[in-house]
């Protein structure tokens, strides 16, 4: 990829966490994009970017958002691609590249591909990067320095369009890696959707105590449960969204890992102290290679 600024005009359908530090990016380096547009859902949201300023345009319409773009950046709930999907298509430019952030992509191939028009390019990609915090406010543009961003091409994708997207990334600060739609959902299935869906599960299995008990639980929570609610603290429509549009691959893992609690719970039951430990020492092993990765 070339030296000199990315994309002439860039805009991103979105600007919660994501599309936030994006522009926020785009401000501070300069070389992702000439002109930044940002497009949100509510007058409030809107009124916020222009006030922040991390935006050049701040439109309210999707489809004016896109005109004249040559990258286009779904920052939605992937719940919502479909029918923005379809509100922008017949307004994309020629040669323009459609992308996006979702933490699903299977859904996305299938809601936004058959929208797409000739000569347009989609590539889906996921930065594996966040916080529990949402909002144009949550946004900082150090979010993706150090993660891994994942490119997921379609059969037949432009390699250049391919490439602009890897290289936005790579200006975001993201290591880049490449792989199939269903291999991605598979993946972040285990390493995300099911960590948060027990993060909610444990979360609202201790708001269904009763009340004494409740307040002793957030008295002297411990570390554990501190981080599980962190996790759990993460924006409602968007992980309804995952959840729902990666229903097969998170069904699957969490079939798995009920098979293994229920495993480990008899091994408790039965004191196979043997088991135990090495469960444990599995865990240890698995947070030794985060952090040898540097993605701890």
Same mark, same amino acid.
């Given at each position: 990829?070339?030296?000199?600024?990315?994309?002439?005009?860039?805009?991103?359908?979105?600007?919660?966490?994501?599309?936030?530090?994006?522009?926020?990016?785009?401000?501070?380096?300069?070389?992702?994009?000439?002109?930044?547009?940002?497009?949100?859902?509510?007058p409030a949201t809107l009124d916020r970017v222009r006030e922040l300023g991390i935006a050049d345009v701040v439109e309210a319409d999707?489809?004016?958002?896109?005109?004249?773009?040559?990258?286009?950046?779904?920052?939605?709930?992937?719940?919502?691609?479909?029918?923005?999907?379809?509100?922008?298509?017949?307004?994309?430019?020629?040669?323009?590249?459609?992308?996006?952030?979702?933490?699903?992509?299977?859904?996305?191939?299938?809601?936004?591909?058959?929208?797409?028009?000739?000569?347009?390019?989609?590539?889906?990609?996921?930065?594996?990067?966040?916080?529990?915090?949402?909002?144009?406010?949550?946004?900082?543009?150090?979010?993706?320095?150090?993660?891994?961003?994942?490119?997921?091409?379609?059969?037949?994708?432009?390699?250049?369009?391919?490439?602009?997207?890897?290289?936005?990334?790579?200006?975001?600060?993201?290591?880049?890696?490449?792989?199939?739609?269903?291999?991605?959902?598979?993946?972040?299935?285990?390493?995300?959707?099911?960590?948060?869906?027990?993060?909610?599960?444990?979360?609202?299995?201790?708001?269904?105590?009763?009340?004494?008990?409740?307040?002793?639980?957030?008295?002297?929570?411990?570390?554990?449960?501190?981080?599980?609610?962190?996790?759990?603290?993460?924006?409602?429509?968007?992980?309804?969204?995952?959840?729902?549009?990666?229903?097969?691959?998170?069904?699957?893992?969490? %079939?798995?890992?009920? $098979? !293994?609690?229920?495993?480990? @719970? #008899?091994?408790? &039951?039965? /004191?196979? %102290?043997?088991?135990? $430990? !090495?469960?444990?020492?599995? @865990? #240890?092993?698995? &947070?030794? /290679?985060?952090?040898?990765?540097?993605?701890?």
């Amino acid at each position: 990829m070339a030296e000199g600024v990315l994309f002439d005009r860039l805009c991103l359908l979105g600007t919660g966490l994501i599309g936030s530090s994006i522009a926020r990016v785009a401000r501070a380096r300069g070389d992702l994009a000439r002109t930044v547009v940002a497009h949100a859902k509510t007058p409030a949201t809107l009124d916020r970017v222009r006030e922040l300023g991390i935006a050049d345009v701040v439109e309210a319409d999707p489809a004016a958002a896109v005109r004249g773009a040559d990258c286009v950046v779904f920052c939605i709930p992937v719940g919502a691609y479909a029918e923005v999907g379809a509100q922008v298509a017949p307004h994309l430019a020629p040669g323009a590249i459609v992308t996006d952030v979702g933490s699903t992509k299977a859904s996305v191939v299938r809601d936004l591909a058959p929208l797409m028009p000739a000569g347009v390019h989609l590539v889906p990609a996921h930065p594996m990067a966040g916080t529990e915090y949402s909002g144009p406010d949550a946004g900082f543009a150090e979010l993706f320095q150090g993660r891994y961003c994942i490119v997921t091409p379609l059969p037949g994708s432009d390699p250049a369009a391919v490439e602009a997207v890897a290289e936005l990334w790579r200006r975001c600060g993201s290591m880049i890696e490449t792989l199939d739609p269903a291999t991605h959902d598979k993946i972040v299935a285990i390493v995300s959707h099911l960590p948060h869906l027990l993060a909610f599960t444990i979360c609202s299995t201790a708001d269904d105590l009763a009340e004494e008990t409740k307040e002793a639980v957030l008295k002297f929570a411990a570390t554990g449960f501190r981080d599980f609610t962190r996790i759990a603290a993460s924006d409602p429509t968007m992980w309804r969204d995952v959840f729902l549009n990666n229903r097969e691959a998170l069904l699957e893992m969490l %079939a798995r890992f009920t $098979e !293994d609690a229920q495993a480990l @719970g #008899r091994a408790v &039951r039965w /004191g196979q %102290a043997e088991y135990i $430990e !090495d469960r444990i020492r599995r @865990g #240890r092993k698995i &947070r030794r /290679g985060l952090i040898e990765r540097k993605q701890a």
